[in-house]
């Protein structure tokens, strides 16, 4: 950490690194470059570390609160919307970041994960994507192929995959986007966009497991295996896409851009993948409408206010 002429504390990737903290990922693991991605886009964003939490779920993504100098939460499996929404309501001056693997939020938090969209409130979610439940050695998850065998599996998967990205914006998700872990300078600005948008936020990454899932790996991604050699990755921006929605507040503009978001997310040519910013729609947060009914967390937090000798006299008349 440094000071700027004006002496303002100047953050660097290293003060987002936590102390004496021993890493156990597997080498070569992608959850290194979603890490990295992460303290990048802290740092690039000044964001002071006291004023940032982190919230995590279970599996090997779970980790991730633990490696960063950041308030952290490790929760259950599944629950890091509804600990990453207690945390923001109760203290909107925090920046919210929650963290998980596809199956703990496509899977066994797939409800939560949609109720997290429905509301907007002003956090990201950071989900890793590696098509497995790797911390149990390889189950298929919700994002894996139907057909598709990893070399952990008994047998092909005989369910049809999700789709992260039409699913968040259906849920309603203002933000959703799409990155790949071992692009790490993309994720990080990709990642850093999306704390700065004023409502729920979504980054999925997609990324390798090379301890067990021998599909998807760094040369299947960067197309080493066909006989073109084509990266089956493609960023958005370079094909002219851009997903914001252009009249926020038009019913109809955000129709239309949720509609040709949802169809980019689902078409595949020639077994090419987009990545990059889907869907983008400034609109007003849960916290926006929550300070029209309390006045007060416009300019307050709820942990600073004094609950205690609050008059709830009224509430009890009506009860009466």
């Known amino acids: 950490m440094t000071k700027t002429n004006n002496g303002q ?14 890493n156990d ?51 259950l499996h599944g629950r890091v919307v509804p600990n990453a929404t207690g945390m923001k309501l109760a203290n909107h001056d925090l920046t919210v970041l929650g963290v998980g693997g596809d199956g703990d939020g496509y899977g066994i938090g797939a409800g939560h994960f949609v109720a997290g ?42 369910y049809n995959p999700i789709n992260p990205v039409a699913l968040a914006i259906s849920s309603g998700y203002t933000f959703v986007a ?21 409502g ?30 084509q990266p089956r990755l493609y960023k958005l921006e370079d094909e002219g896409y851009d997903g914001t929605v252009p009249e926020p507040e038009n019913p109809d503009s955000v129709s239309k851009t949720k509609a040709a978001a949802i169809e980019k997310a689902l078409a595949s040519k020639n077994g ?16 926006d409408y929550l300070s029209k009914k309390i006045p007060a967390l416009a300019s307050t937090s709820m942990v600073k206010m004094d609950i205690y000798d609050r008059d709830i006299s009224p509430l009890l008349d009506e009860l009466r």
């Open 178 to 198: 799409q990155s790949y872990a071992l692009d790490v300078k993309y994720t990080a600005d990709i990642i850093a966009r999306a704390i700065q948008h004023p």
């Open 200 to 229: 729920s936020a979504v980054v999925d990454v997609l990324q390798t497991c090379p301890a067990f899932n021998n599909l998807h790996t760094k040369t299947w991604f960067e197309g080493l295996d066909r006989e073109e050699k």
């Open 272 to 287: 090419r993948i987009p990545v990059g910013v889907f869907y983008e729609h400034r609109t007003a947060t849960l916290e």
């Open 117 to 158: 969209g429905r509301r907007n409130l002003d956090f990201t979610y950071v989900i890793f994507n590696n098509n497995i439940y790797a911390l149990t050695k390889g189950q298929a998850s919700p994002t894996i192929g139907k057909g598709e065998q990893t070399k952990t599996m008994p047998e092909q998967s005989i």
């Open 25 to 75: 990922w597997c080498p070569g693991c992608g959850d290194y470059g979603i890490l990295s991605g992460i303290q990048m886009a802290l740092a690039n964003l000044g964001l002071p570390p006291h004023e940032v939490a982190v919230i995590s779920g279970i599996g090997c993504s779970g980790k991730t609160s633990h490696y960063i100098n950041a308030y952290g939460f490790h929760t």
């Open 9 to 22: 504390k100047k953050y660097k990737i290293p003060d987002y690194k936590a102390d004496n903290i021993h």
